[in-house]
């Protein structure tokens, strides 16, 4: 298993940006995927961002297309969410997740380990 916290969540105004980050420790972190969900009050978690274990495969929600940019640096075990043009509907919880197998990229069950969450408040 691998350990995982997030940092960098915060309150931003519309249109603004944030950038979010993951540590990972205990486990090779270049050897999975890694994917970023998050969880609005009342809502299920849903998807955002994925990206496989050397960073050649990315895929995101329609929701945050052209705006969110996930990467990874397997140098320092951590991955990246970049948050632009944010919007109030982006408020949410924002959980790092590590992918240990195959399985469908954007489903949580798929996901082995959580980090605690990091909240994103988007005011309008």
């Known amino acids: 298993q691998v350990q995982l916290v997030e940092s960098g969540g915060g309150l931003v105004q519309a249109g603004g940006s944030l950038r979010l980050s993951c540590a990972a420790s205990g486990r090779t972190f270049s050897s999975y995927a890694m994917g970023w969900f998050r969880q609005a009050p009342g809502k299920e978690r849903e998807f955002v961002a994925t990206i496989s274990s050397g960073g050649g495969s990315i895929y995101y929600a329609d929701s945050v297309k052209g705006r969110f940019t996930i990467s990874r640096d397997n140098a320092k075990n951590t991955v990246y969410l970049q948050m632009n043009s944010l919007k109030p509907e982006d408020t949410a919880v924002y959980y790092c997740?590590?992918?240990?197998?195959?399985?469908?990229?954007?489903?949580?069950?798929?996901?082995?380990?959580w980090g605690q969450g990091t909240q994103v408040t988007v005011s309008s």
């Open positions: 997740a590590a992918r240990y197998s195959g399985g469908i990229y954007y489903d949580p069950s798929n996901f082995g380990s």
